[in-house]
T-cell receptor, first 109, second 113 residues
Framework: KNEVEQSPQNLTAQEGEFITINCSYS?????LHWLQQHPGGGIVSLFM???GKKKHGRLIATINIQEKHSSLHITASHPRDSAVYIC???????????FGKGTKLSVIP | DTEVTQTPKHLVMGMTNKKSLKCEQH?????MYWYKQKAKKPPELMFV???????INESVPSRFSPECPNSSLLNLHLHALQPEDSALYLC????????????FGEGSRLTVL
């Protein structure tokens, strides 16, 4: 059974801090997704990774296929980054997204 | 246009009502998905359409009826719902089934009285 584990579950940071959210998965993937969800809102796809590293603005996502691990980094965090960040993966040959339970991030001014 | 548009944003309905949720994308994506999300839980897959044909039905009760009239539009028809069906209903699309980045809509928040 495929499982996706995220840590931490909750994270509070001061504005400007560097933030890391971790994601581990148990089976081989075709793609790993990092998603963002603001309270009561829809989901925004931040990154889709199958190897290496991607950067978009202050956000960086990395993945280590051998270790089955991915990280999402936020540099110079801002209160508007406060949201739930969700790691999700599609297994090789599968249509199904397996979601992590999410990391609730609060950035305090 | 990289948007998935869902309407309505909010819907309140009684258990005897019939209503519909609508999802639209103009990115040429050939796979579209309906998810249901309860508070503080990850989304749960309901239906998958690929090339306008229903590919996956994740054992969803028949009071939820999906429809894909064309490649840009996905509907979810609701009838005789229960209060426990109250949730955020999310639509998503991707270029093809299992391929490419997923784009999600903002969701339709449904309350069943």
């Amino acid at each position: 059974k495929n499982e996706v584990e995220q840590s931490p579950q909750n994270l509070t940071a001061q504005e400007g801090e560097f933030i890391t959210i971790n994601c581990s998965y148990s089976v081989g993937i075709s793609a790993l997704h990092w998603l963002q969800q603001h309270p009561g809102g829809g989901i925004v796809s931040l990154f889709m990774l199958s190897s290496g590293k991607k950067k978009h603005g202050r956000l960086i996502a990395t993945i280590n296929i051998q270790e089955k691990h991915s990280s999402l980094h936020i540099t110079a965090s801002h209160p508007r980054d406060s949201a739930v960040y969700i790691c999700a993966q599609t297994g090789a040959g599968s249509y199904q997204l397996t979601f992590g339970k999410g990391t609730k991030l609060s950035v305090i001014p | 246009d990289t948007e998935v548009t869902q309407t309505p944003k909010h819907l309140v309905m009684g258990m005897t009502n019939k209503k519909s949720l609508k999802c639209e994308q103009h990115m040429g994506h050939r796979a579209m998905y309906w998810y249901k999300q309860k508070a503080k839980k990850p989304p749960e897959l309901m239906f998958v359409y690929s090339y306008e044909k229903l590919s996956i039905n994740e054992s969803v009760p028949s009071r939820f009826s999906p429809e894909c009239p064309n490649s840009s539009l996905l509907n979810l028809h609701l009838h005789a719902l229960q209060p426990e069906d109250s949730a955020l209903y999310l639509c998503a699309s991707s270029p093809f089934l299992n391929t490419g980045e997923l784009f999600f809509g903002e969701g339709s928040r449904l309350t069943v009285l």
